[in-house]
């Protein structure tokens, strides 16, 4: 198992990560005991979303070269590699650090799996760097995962309390830098636009206020913000808090604009016949991935008036499923997390190369 190491925008450097380097040095006792107290700690719950459908979504050939874009704890990745022949090749793509770490201990049985610290938006840049031309298969777990929400000191839950923080990559703004500096207006903006929330004028009032008598750093005060922002009824209903610290997480990672252009470049990247999978959490990424699928799968664009076609375009994919796979009830008792979770699987056709 190689880990490699990408930068997100510059220039495409590689580093062996220090895991696979301490591998081949011998270490102390102590060193090995301090190694093994962070892998539990590392240790990722996750529990991978509607696997099963994934695999069979993917339809993976053995010998054939698959991408999983947001490796996580190696869920996915691992029943990925497992299906594969010796000739078969895994690529694992993460931009959190400790996602990466996790991903290299869970798949390092694994000869033919990399794991490859990079945003999935350069995806293309990986691929270049590694001289693949075309892959036949990508799987995309979009989110958090649960990891991330339940390491306090990630600062993407509202359950703990932690450092306003939320950054997948820890690096770049801070959910703490946005919350602190953004305009009333941009705030209220941001929580309605990626938040769909509807108290978003009143939350962004009151950061303000707050922010006017002392910064707004940590999980706990700025749930308390939005729990003193809506109404009563709301509050009672659900927790007020999971639509704004959502919008807020999506504005830190610049998860929409990063997810518009993965998928451009997973798409691009498939052979004929290969699949991009595609798991999504809530509505605005659903719908991005349910449009540009449907983009792809659009034939001829002529007015309806014209006699004939004239613009000659042809579907470039197919749907794999007409509507999208959800988890049935065994998996909802099981993992909550599938509760929202949406699978929409998407094959190239050889027209797209055409
Ligand atoms: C839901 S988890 C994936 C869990 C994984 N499928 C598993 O089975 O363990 C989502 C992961 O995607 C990563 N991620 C989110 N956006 C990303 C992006 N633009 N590029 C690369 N990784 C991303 C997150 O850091 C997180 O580790």
Redesign the pocket.
């Known amino acids: 198992m190689t880990c490699w190491q990408i930068s997100s925008f510059d220039k495409i450097y590689i580093v062996r990560c220090a895991y696979s380097q301490a591998r081949e040095k011998s270490v102390s006792l102590e060193a090995l005991q301090a190694r093994k107290k962070e892998k539990r700690r590392m240790e ?1 719950t ?4 509607l ?1 099963e459908e994934c695999m069979e979504g993917l339809n993976i050939r053995p010998d054939g070269i698959y991408i ?11 029943l990925i590699a497992s299906r594969l022949s010796n000739k078969g090749r895994l690529i694992s ?4 650090p400790d ?1 990466i770490a996790a ?1 290299t201990e869970r798949l390092s049985e694994f000869g033919n799996a990399q794991v490859v610290h ?4 350069q995806l293309r840049r990986v691929l270049d760097e590694m001289e693949i031309d075309a892959v036949d298969g990508i ?1 995309m ?8 929400l339940d390491e306090g000191s990630r600062g993407f839950s509202y359950h703990l309390d932690a450092p306003l923080d939320m950054r ?2 820890k690096e770049g703004m801070s959910a703490a830098d946005i919350v602190n500096t953004y305009s009333e207006q941009e705030l209220a903006r941001i929580i309605f636009e990626y938040g769909e929330e509807k108290f978003s004028r009143r939350i962004a009032g009151n950061i303000v206020k707050e922010r006017a008598v002392r910064p707004v750093e940590t999980t706990s005060q700025l749930a308390d913000i939005i729990r003193n922002s809506v109404p009563q009824k709301a509050r009672r209903e659900k927790n007020p808090c999971k639509k704004t610290f959502q919008a807020i997480r999506i504005a830190v ?1 610049g ?1 929409l604009e ?2 518009s252009h ?1 998928l451009d470049d997973a798409f691009s990247s498939l052979k004929a016949g290969g699949r991009l999978a595609v ?1 999504t ?1 809530h509505s605005l990424e659903d719908r991005l991935v349910k449009q540009r699928f449907a983009g792809w799968c659009r034939g001829c664009i002529c007015p309806p008036d014209f006699p004939q076609c004239v613009c000659g375009r042809k579907p470039q994919g197919n749907l794999v499923n007409r509507k999208p796979i959800e988890a049935n009830e065994k998996e909802l008792e099981r993992n909550n997390r599938s509760r929202s979770a949406k699978l929409r699987v998407i094959e190239r056709s050889a027209e797209a190369d055409g």
């Open positions: 990722f996750h529990i991978p979303v696997a999983d874009g947001t490796a996580g704890g190696g869920g996915h990745s691992y793509l993460d931009r959190d996602a991903a990079s945003n999935y938006s799987l777990d979009l989110g958090v995962s649960s990891y991330q997948m990559s990672n998860e990063h997810l993965g798991i959490f």
